[in-house]
Nanobody
Framework: QLQLVESGGGLVQPGGSLRLSCAAS???????????IGWFRQAPGKEREEVAY???????DYADSVKGRFTISRDSAADTVYVQMNNLTPEDTAVYYC????????????????????WGQGTQVTVSS
């Protein structure tokens, strides 16, 4: 049973924007507000790669490929994490996944998929004219 649910994907033209959301599913036994959240993406024929990260206290980090274009944020009241994606390019086309670790510790590497025990089903983002 998936613990997270992503939404907000779709088809957008180059230069456009999308906002992805990550929320806890009905089966989740933890709060996103107290968890480290990572966003990853996987394009066809490529390995999954890190995109963005937000810690339980609001620290953020990004992959170099999205710095300055993507912004990760948290809405504690809604227990939801967002990633605002601007100036999208065809290279951003992928299935985007959010992942959570309620027990993230300072020595963990947010860029590794194995850091996160809980995942969503993914949402497709297609950037094309």
């Amino acid at each position: 049973q998936l613990q997270l649910v992503e939404s907000g994907g779709g088809l957008v033209q180059p230069g456009g924007s999308l906002r992805l959301s990550c929320a806890a599913s009905d089966f989740a036994k933890f709060s996103l507000d107290y968890s480290a959240i990572g966003w990853f993406r996987q394009a066809p024929g490529k390995e999954r790669e890190e995109v963005a990260y937000i810690s339980s206290v609001g620290n953020t980090d990004y992959a170099d490929s999205v710095k300055g274009r993507f912004t990760i944020s948290r809405d504690s009241a809604a227990d939801t994490v967002y990633v605002q994606m601007n100036n999208l390019t065809p290279e951003d086309t992928a299935v985007y996944y959010c992942a959570a670790n309620p027990n993230f510790w300072a020595g963990s590497n947010w860029r590794l998929s194995s850091t996160y025990p809980y995942w969503g089903q993914g949402t497709q983002v297609t950037v094309s004219s």
